[in-house]
């Protein structure tokens, strides 16, 4: 339940070993690249002179420029996706990058398999050449003429191709008017086949003729033609059983290469995917003659793990200062234990805690929880979530464990209401039936509310204080004085209800109009106090000021309201099964019972469930979120291989 203190790690070292330390850095998942450029340039990249070591390396500063991006690394990256889709590899697994050697020669192997591709690739797109020539020539194979000699036609075209029936028709009223010679040859599968010859004078007129009659040519008169059409399909044949003879011991070589190096292949395409990852470091290092040098956030608790990996190197330093020293933005690494991971997604949906403020996962994932689970609370639909969510989680580990989470409330509200699948006759309720006690559950929920609104007035104030901002901890609506219009609300729809109130009418008004004036005098108060001058004339500063009252009566009402529809939706959950029921009463037979029975459940489960799950959304976000969380910070994220 917090975030995580970050350090600036600078790090310098041979220039023979930037691959490999880059590599990794990548591997360890710990650190996110910065632009060493604009540390260099604001002083933030030193080490100290104390041996003559660090004297050359900071001199080496004076001749540091940009890293050019490796255009044979990046085509070698390319490449190894290409070797991947040819030897059926989806993915390769973390494991192998971590035996990667980057000063390992790869080229001869990565040059004999990219041949090997290229040749079955070719050998493919071959027979699929010789797969449509077969087919044109086999439809003219009763044609006994040597195609050679049409071909070679001085004064004629010719033409081989097919009509359909219909057009055929049409073509038989056209015969005298056509300067060609057409001769049927045949029919396949509805196409009736032709041959046309004519003079080549004609070229435009049997062209505009053909073509009104949808006339599709088939492709057989070729420069080197030979034969007839059923000799030169045979041949096709022949050719044809050589070039799948060749893909076979493409095949039979691939089979081989997996069986006997199956490792050594893995961890080649490792090697040539983590070039990728390594050039797009590089875009934030510099070098100089002898050394590279390199920033990066890391966590704290990561930078043993980074000493430990880069001791194998000689000649490299590492040296971490605080950010904080520098006033710099620094990304927030959120530090939960794993029960609460999941709830991470919905944060940052919202927005990323700034690296200063108070972490609210732990708090979000209770709460939420139990919004939900009290929203939707039953033992068998909540088992579906669960189960759902145990299966997602091998896809979507982060989703997954939401919907399991969720599932889980959902069946712990579901024992507490007594309801399974809607129904309230299976088992007995442990607390009580929200749609026996209608009154009570609404009350309930409202006083839940109160409390998740107390928690998030507490952090907001504590979140200011800790931000260096004493006047909005205490001036603002979501401040203290905003808690003492919250409390004076309270109290006041207590009275007006009839109800026990701790605070009598008069003194919950007295707080309430003293607050408001405090906080209408706002700006003069803050001068006093703090010599703060504020922006704009005096008179915007009220008019905005009286509305900003106005606002901050509102909102703290519809705030306290809002958390009614937990109950609702609790008395909901159950009166949408109480139709369904009704609905399959109506049918009459058992089986269209039953079958409107589970069409009813499947509808609460998809429908219901996404409504609680977005309701519970809005409470969390705009309800309690808007009093403690600005989320106006930057997420850490580590660079990775890919």
Known sequence: MAVE???????????????????????????QFMSTEANIAENKFTFSLDNEENLERNLELNYISPIEEDQSHKSTAKKATEIMDFLGFDKIDESYFEKVNVKEDIDSFVKNISDKINEYEKTKENLKILDTLKENYELFKNVDIDLKDIADLKYFNSRFGFLDKDARQR????????????????????????????????????????????????????????????LIYKNLEEEEENVKRKIFEIEEYKKNLLESRNEELKTTLAHMLSYEGIEKAKRY???????????????????SKLEKKLSKYRDIDIKYFDPKSENMKTPTKLKNANFFK?????????????????????????????????????????????????????????????????????M???????????????????????????????????????????IAYGIGIYNRLKSGKPDEAFFSKEGFLGVLIFVAMINIGMNVMGAKSLIPMNISLGILVISLIIMLLKRPIL???????????????????SFGLLEALLSTMSSIISFIRVGAFAIN??????????????VGSSGG???????????????????????????????MFSKYYSGDGVLFEADRIY
């Open 593 to 623: 019972n039953i079958a409107v029975l589970i069409f009813g459940n499947i509808l609460i489960l998809g429908l219901e469930g996404l409504i609680v799950f977005i309701q519970s959304l809005r409470l969390e976000y705009y309800e």
């Open 412 to 454: 712990f509200f579901g024992l507490m209401y007594g309801s399974v699948f809607g129904s309230e006759e299976i088992i007995q309720a442990m607390w009580f039936r929200p749609f026996e006690n209608i009154n009570d559950t609404l009350v309930i929920a409202i006083y839940f509310g109160i409390i998740l609104l107390a």
């Open 527 to 545: 001068k006093i106090l703090f010599n703060k001058e504020a922006e704009g004339s005096a008179a915007d500063y009220y008019i905005e000021s």
């Open 573 to 586: 959950h159950v009166g949408l099964f109480l139709a369904f029921k009704t609905l399959g009463e109506m």
């Open 171 to 230: 073509l038989k009223k056209n015969y005298g008017n056509i300067l060609a010679m057409i001769y049927h040859t045949g029919t396949v599968d509805n196409r009736e086949l032709f041959l046309v010859i004519y003079p080549r004078e004609a070229e435009k007129d049997v062209d505009r003729l053909l073509n009104s009659l949808n006339f599709t040519e088939v492709e057989l008169l070729g420069e080197n033609v030979e034969g007839t059409a059923n």
């Open 285 to 303: 290092m510099l070098k100089s003659n002898k050394y590279f040098y390199l920033s990066g956030w890391i966590g704290d608790s990561d930078k």
């Open 5 to 31: 203190k970050m350090k600036v790690a600078n790090i310098i070292g041979n220039i023979s070993d930037m691959d490999s330390v880059v590599l990794d850095i990548l591997n360890l998942k710990c650190m």
């Open 342 to 410: 999941p709830f991470e997604l919905l944060i940052n949906m919202y927005g990323t805690p700034n690296y200063g403020e108070f972490d609210p996962t732990v708090i979000f994932g209770i709460t939420y929880m139990i919004l939900f689970g009290a929203m939707f609370g039953d033992l068998g639909q909540g088992a579906v979530f669960a189960i759902a969510g145990l299966i997602l989680r091998k896809k979507n580990k982060d989703f997954g464990g939401l919907l399991l989470r969720m599932g889980a409330s959902s």
